[in-house]
């Protein structure tokens, strides 16, 4: 008998030390640095051999949660927040450059606007007028793991409200999507909270709760099926469809 409790006492210290070993998942870490991740997307294209290398040491600090590498996942998060603020750094101190690089600016070296511009300008400005009744819809994303409404999707919304409010006798869907990472349960748990946070700003905005659907499709219908973190932000997506 008091070899089976040695055994036991010896069975319990061992799992213990184990389970100590093992700690816990880098939590902060990983908000940190997919936060700063997010933030660095806008200079990927002045920035890009930085922007690139940040994005591989979140994949690999992805794996590394997944193989349960906690101590070696915390240390890859911190190193892709530390690129990825000098990254969003550079981009606030040279906006110019990145815009450049980035093909957004308009004018040719003498000052010209270019003809193909000023084409895309006027089209953008008939498809998104809410007094149109085949006006384009326009997309909203979301952070990663979120369904908070970015702030600058705000005004899609706005629109999507005006549109509404011209056509009262319209019913549209809101579909909730997620990217690929996650089960597909919590997936389509998370699309619906996306689906239905559009639709309560909506009904904030004066729009009638009936005439607005919501559905959810998880990570079911990716519009870019890769797997990397520009596809995965298209993913992250609530569309409206038209019910009638």
């Known amino acids: 008998m008091k070899q089976i409790f040695n055994f036991c006492a010896i069975a319990v210290f061992v799992f213990t030390v184990l389970c100590s070993c093992a700690g816990n998942p880098p939590k902060d870490e990983r908000e940190l640095a997919e936060k700063a991740f997010a933030d660095a997307e806008g200079g990927k294209d002045c920035d890009r051999e930085n922007y690139l290398a940040a994005e591989e040491l979140l994949r690999q600090a992805r794996e590394e949660i997944n193989n349960k ?3 070696k996942a915390k240390e890859l998060f911190n190193a892709v927040k530390e690129k990825s603020d000098a990254i ?3 981009y606030r101190e040279h906006p110019d450059e990145c815009m450049k690089k980035d093909g ?3 004018s040719e070296d003498d ?3 270019k003809e193909e511009n000023v084409a895309s300008t ?3 400005d008939t498809t998104a007028d809410p007094k149109n ?4 819809f326009q997309v909203v994303h979301f952070e990663y793991n979120q369904y908070a409404v970015l702030e600058e999707d705000l005004p899609k919304i706005d629109l999507m409200a005006q549109w509404m409010m011209n056509f009262p006798e319209r019913v549209v869907r809101i579909e909730g999507h997620a990217d690929e990472r996650g089960s597909n349960d919590y997936n389509l748990s998370l699309g619906e909270k996306r689906a239905l946070e559009v639709k309560n700003k909506l009904i904030q905005a004066g729009i009638d709760g009936e ?3 919501i559905v959810s499709y998880g990570e079911e219908l990716p519009v870019d099926p890769a797997s990397n973190e520009e596809a995965w932000f298209k993913n992250r997506r609530a569309e409206f469809k038209r019910e009638n």
């Open 69 to 71: 590498n906690y101590d």
């Open 88 to 90: 969003a750094k550079y």
């Open 111 to 113: 000052g010209t606007i």
């Open 133 to 136: 009744p085949e006006m384009d």
């Open 211 to 213: 005439r607005i659907k």
């Open 122 to 124: 006027d089209e953008a």
């Open 104 to 106: 957004k600016e308009n």
